[in-house]
């Protein structure tokens, strides 16, 4: 039988595939300019903002808020003049815009926005870059389809969801490192 298929082969015939092959996953995240650039910010920002060493871990909840403080402070003091955009530049605003509004317009545009959990409003509450994330507000969740077509963060980073808006978050001193306002249809 193995001579019979090396013959079919060899004189041109065409073969017929014995097992389906698996379908290609698309890529989800665009190889753009603007996502490596916003890769690359990031990766500043977690170089700069992170100690060489690492401290011990602990449970008690007086001193992981001193930590928090003291990282949030540090964070504070390096980018005294953070302002919004520094991160979401004008072209990578663009490109998680588009790629929001497609996920949040697709046919799983339902599921999308039920699995957004949202807390309360604040209305008294303005976002702020260098701002805290409000102590009260749940981590918002980003629906993983959206977050399949992201860039992948590291652990120190994290995409939230503030109303209408779009934030990057440090995730261990809780402040808002950047946001896109009214990304959200």
Same mark, same amino acid.
């Given at each position: 039988m193995r001579a019979l298929v090396f013959l079919l082969v060899l004189a041109g015939v065409p073969r017929l595939p014995l097992a389906a092959?698996?379908?290609?996953?698309?890529?989800?995240? @665009?190889?753009?300019? %603007? *996502?490596?650039e916003f890769k690359?910010?990031?990766q500043e920002y977690v170089k700069q903002q992170r100690p060489? =060493?690492?401290?011990?871990?602990?449970?008690?909840?007086? !001193?992981?808020?001193?930590?928090q403080r003291?990282?949030? +402070?540090?964070?504070r003091e390096t980018r005294p003049n953070a302002k919004q955009g520094d991160f979401f530049t004008p072209e990578i605003t663009e490109e998680f815009r588009r790629v929001i509004r497609e996920t949040m317009?697709?046919?799983?545009?339902?599921?999308?926005?039920? =699995? /957004?959990? +949202?807390? !309360?409003?604040?209305?008294?509450?303005?976002? !702020?870059?260098?701002g805290d994330y409000p102590e009260h507000l749940p981590l918002t969740t980003?629906? @993983? =389809?959206?977050?399949?077509?992201?860039?992948?963060?590291? @652990?120190?980073? %994290? *995409?939230?969801? /503030?109303g209408r808006a779009f934030v990057l978050q440090d995730t261990e001193a809780r402040v808002i490192i950047d946001f896109i306002p009214d990304a959200l249809p």
């Open positions: 092959a698996p379908p290609q996953a698309a890529k989800l995240v @665009p190889d753009s300019p %603007a *996502y490596q690359r910010l990031v060489a =060493t690492h401290l011990r871990s602990t449970k008690n909840r007086k !001193e992981i808020q001193e930590r003291a990282l949030a +402070q540090k964070i317009r697709g046919k799983n545009a339902p599921n999308v926005k039920k =699995t /957004i959990k +949202q807390g !309360e409003p604040l209305p008294s509450w303005k976002l !702020e870059v260098n980003v629906p @993983p =389809t959206l977050l399949l077509r992201l860039p992948q963060l590291p @652990p120190q980073v %994290a *995409y939230r969801i /503030i």
